[in-house]
Structures are given as C-alpha cells and as structure tokens.
C-alpha cells in the first residue's frame, strides 16, 4: 500500500536533498515515496506540485554540485526569461570554475570556465548581483560563482517571456515579473562534504503580467506558505536567483554550444527582451576573437534579430537563410497608400515578397478573418505573398524552399 502523503511546511514548494530532510526528522524515507513528492535525481526531491519546468531541472541540478558553479547557455537563458530555451527534460548546462572537479552526470553538460567559455562581461543593466536576504548558501555560491567566472547575476529576474502570450501567432512575447515575495532557504548544510543548502529557493514561481493586451493584468500564482523553522535554523525566504551567466554571455555560450537554428531563436528572445543589446553582444563578441567558437557566434548573433515575434519565425528565417536564400528582414514596416502600416513576418522589402508564418492561432475564426484582410491589403499594394505553416516548415521544407525560390527568382532575384 502506498504511503500518505505527508507534507510538512517547511519543505513545502521545496526542492531538497532527501538524506538531509530524513537526517533533520522533518520526513522519514517511507513518506519520501509518497504522491506528495517527485524524485529528480539522485537523493534530490522537489514537491509534487511545483510546475516541471526547466527551472525545476536547474535547481535539483545544483543541489547535486559544488559551489560556484553557474548555470549557463540556454539553461541559462531559460532563467533570464526565455521559455522555449530549455524544457524539464532537457539537460542543465552549467558552468564550472577552472579549479572545480565534478563527476559526470546524467541530465547534465558541464563546461569548464576558461576552455570552451568566454569570460563574461558585466552588463550596464546588471545590478550588484544578490537579491534582497540572499544569505547562507545562496549567497556564497552565488558570490563565489561571480568571483570565480566574472559574471554578474540579476538581483530580481526580469521574468518570463512566454511565447505562448497574445500575438498573431498566439506566441508574442508577454513579458512577466517574479513573485516579489522571499523564498525559503534552509541554513544548514547537506551531503557529504557538499557546500550546499537543504533547499534551493523557489525563485520561479512568480506572477505573470500580461503587457500590450487590452485589459491585460497580472495573474498571481500559488500563495507561499508562511515561514518555518528547521532546528534551530530560521528557514528565510530571500529574494535570491539561482546562480546563473548573465543574458549577454548566456548567448554566446548559446551560440557556441548548440545548433544555428535553435541558438538564433534564443538569442532572438533575449533581444525581443531587452535583457541583453546588439552592443553588448558586438563588445563580448570582440572579447573572444579567436576563442573556438568565435566564427560561429559571430555568425549566430549576426543573423539575431530582436524584432521577431515569435521562435518559429527565427527558426525559419535562419533555415532560409542557410539554404542560401538571401536574409529575409523581420516584421518589415510596409506602409500602404492608406496610411496603413503592415509588417508581415519575413520580407524581401526590394522584391516586394513576404512570408507569413501561419501559427496554432489560425483556428481562431476573429484572428483568421484579420489575417486575411491584411493579406489582401499586402496583395492590393502590389506584395506577393506566401504563407507557411507549422507543419510544412517542419515536414515539407523542401517543397517551402522551392516556393520561395519561385518567388524570389519572380521577382527578379538572381544569385
């Protein structure tokens, strides 16, 4: 017979290490395989429901590693705010000191600072680093991981861009903020010579605001438990994120570590975000001439484009792109005799031929019939149109490419 569930306060929207909980009386190892917690990894255990996100992945990672690591490259970027970067089953990247050791393990990529990353650079929007009462662990980890990495940490996380928010492809970016709130964070150590906390605070559950959206307000998550105490340790729940590369060199380790198409798409976010600039982007990219990976970064950032809507649009831009086309210009401004100003997806602006990339957003009778006044619009003024959907760009993209090759040459595009 299954155990009951049995959830004390104190682990409570928790991510832990199980062998310090058993060791503290707070849970016997019989409740542990109880519905009310989920096994992560190995003796590291989160509560049941807490949202199985990248963010859940990141924080049982670190329970499992030294002190001074960061999370890096699109683990990284999922932090920052960029939801499509990093999914719960992907593997945490994360980035260790030259002088840290660790072992290898499953659902994990290390990397070591100063063999195959840059040396990050200080943003002008980072603040100090260390949000409000982060103490104890989080604050040693976090100050060695600057110190040892040069990196600078956001002291409150600017949130989540959802791609899934209003747009018309139903993947605008929606900017959200944090919950304001503290965490809880157990001041006691845990595990063998590991200079890590019982707990890795909850810093992604936080409130959503939905901007740009008539009557667009914000959506509170779950309420937090009040604080508890373990021992004679006060269990705080400082305002702290979790160690991390900052936005800037999250997208080089992105553009260096995974392939174009995904990495474009990351570091498209991060610039729709305002978390990191083209400057910033140029400046680290200069920092690290000659670095391996150099050529391939600058490649990724050159083709990076903050004012696409959406990561299926960056993904079918850079696939374009890489086919030979000629690069296609995001949301161009095409100003109709009316006054009207469109801006389809992806356009040739001199060749008159657009793009629209037709989204899951499509099934909305109101949204289509808008789509399709604009394209009569785009036609009227003299545009020729194409129109790509989700499934032709992922299982037709050769009969795409030929279309758009027609297209073009229509126009007069020669190579």
Known sequence: MPPRPHRPDTLAWQVFRGSAAIRQGLITEHQL??????????????????????????????????????????????????????????????????????????????HVGGTDTPPALRSPREGSGLGPGADGATRQAAETGARTAGTAHRATGPGRLNPSGAGRDGSRFTPARQSAGPERLDLGRAGRGADRALLVPDTARRERLSLGRAGGGAEPGPSLDPPGRVGTATI????????????????????????????????????????????????????????????????????????????????????????GLPRPVAQHPVRL?????LHPDLAWPQLRVAIEYDGQWHADPERLHTDRKRLNQLVAAGWLVLHVTSRRMHNDFAGVLREVRAALAARGWRR
């Not at 002190?67 to 089953?89: C, E, K, M, R």
């Not at 976010?269 to 990219?285: K, M, R, V």
């Not at 490649?299 to 890489?322: C, I, M």
């Open 236 to 323: 705080h729940r400082p305002a702290a994120v979790l160690p991390r590369t900052s936005p800037a060199q999250a997208a080089w380790e992105t553009a260096v570590w995974l392939e174009p198409v995904r990495a474009v798409g990351i570091v498209d976010t991060l610039l729709a975000g305002g978390l990191t600039e083209p400057d910033e982007l140029a400046a680290i990219a200069d920092a690290n001439a000659g670095r391996p990976g150099a050529q391939r970064a600058r490649w990724v950032f050159g083709l990076a484009d903050g004012r696409a809507q959406s990561p299926p649009e960056s993904h079918l831009r850079v696939r374009l792109v890489l086919a």
């Open 33 to 110: 395989r109880s519905s009310a917690w989920l096994r992560l990894r190995h003796d590291v255990y989160a509560d049941a429901r807490l949202d199985r996100d990248h963010s859940l992945a990141c924080r049982a990672a670190l329970l499992r590693l030294p002190s001074g690591v960061l999370i890096a490259g699109p683990s990284a970027a999922y932090l920052h705010g960029v939801d499509h970067a990093a999914t719960f089953t992907d593997d945490v990247h994360v980035l260790l000191p030259p002088q840290v050791r660790s072992g290898a393990q499953r659902g994990l990529r290390l």
């Open 337 to 341: 005799p009316s006054g009207l100003i």
